[in-house]
């Protein structure tokens, strides 16, 4: 096997740590980690050590012809998703690319929490614990159904904002939920290619900027991983997911909130506490065993701070 790896991102745009962790874990392991990825411009924070593919918008009819030839020009090993669009290409990509290494749940997994319609119905089949709401009960939220990133969350207060909200937006192109105050937790879990749970991680999130965790601490919750193992135990899930949930701030009620089955926005926190997703990928590839991680680091904080790249703009 040669002794370089390419790795394609599709839509790494600020993933810079992570990318840098993928080309540490190379080295370790003696191979030198080439990153690319897929992106609208190249005026990207990720620019600074990856190589720029100008790709197309994810619902272009001519995508998969493009990436299969970008995947073919660049000898991409392997594929990894980091916006939600691109988890159903990368599902996708997988029947297509039988050689290229693609860490990802199924596509039929992958339709179900791109869509909140479709994966509040798989919570229920579940018995997931649901903040469902109560006729002419306030405060409630009301999330796109194909939204992400909080983008496009609307909180509604009373009767009066609610007939607001009808006569403004499309209902149907929202799902309504109870709105809960209360600490929000990311459980990071990876999952072999073979089934097995190798990681299940929780952090609180202490402090977040537009919808990604900028503050974060690594906690043990008991409850959480239990709710995490019955979710697990349903076999559909591969490679790196993420779990949210919030606990009610009053009762101490848990909810499960979205399931991304894909890297989240604060999984360094959980390799450094002792998950190193990025290891765990490459020795899939390379074919090498990866043992269950039960000894993390609880109590560890991570705080993020911003890091300018410069790019030029005359540059071809």
């Not at 749940?105 to 709401?133: A, C, G, R, V």
């Not at 402090?207 to 697990?232: C, F, P, S, Y």
Request: glycine content about 6%; some cysteine; proline content about 4%.
């Amino acid at each position: 096997m040669k002794n370089e790896i390419n790795i394609l991102f599709l839509g790494g745009a600020k993933r810079v740590s992570l990318a840098e962790r993928f080309i540490s874990s190379g080295q370790s392991l003696g191979y030198e980690i080439k990153i690319f990825s897929y992106e609208l411009d190249r005026f990207v924070p990720i620019s600074s050590l990856a190589e720029i593919i100008i790709g197309l918008k994810w619902n272009d009819k001519k995508i998969y012809e493009h990436l299969l030839k970008t995947i073919k020009e660049k000898k991409i090993d392997i594929i990894l998703p980091f916006v939600d669009p691109a988890t159903i290409i990368a599902a996708k990509l997988k029947t297509m690319s039988n050689n290229i290494f693609i860490p990802v749940s199924d596509l039929s997994t992958m339709e179900i929490f791109f869509d909140k319609y479709k994966s509040n119905k798989w919570f229920i089949h579940q018995n997931l614990n649901l903040p469902l709401p109560k006729d002419g009960e306030f405060p409630i939220i009301a999330k796109p159904i194909f939204g992400s990133a909080s983008k496009g969350l609307i909180i509604i207060r009373n009767k009066k904002e609610f007939k607001a909200f009808k006569n403004n937006d499309n209902i149907n192109n929202y799902l309504i939920q109870r709105f809960i105050e209360g600490d929000e937790f990311t459980v990071d879990c990876y999952i072999s290619q073979n089934g097995e749970i190798i990681s299940m991680i929780p952090r609180k999130r202490i402090e977040i900027t537009g919808g990604e965790v900028t503050k974060a601490i690594t906690v043990r919750d008991l409850k959480i991983l239990n709710e995490v193992q019955r979710i697990l135990a349903t076999g559909i899930f591969s490679g790196p997911i993420n779990i949210q949930f919030i606990k009610d701030k009053i009762t101490g009620e848990i909810f499960i909130m979205e399931i991304n089955p894909r890297f989240g926005g604060g999984v360094p926190l959980t390799i450094q506490s002792g998950a190193d997703f990025t290891m765990f990928m490459l020795r899939e590839y390379l074919g090498l065993e990866i043992q269950p991680i039960f000894d993390w680091k609880e109590n560890l904080v991570m705080a993020r701070s911003f890091r300018e790249t410069f790019i030029d703009a005359t540059d071809n």
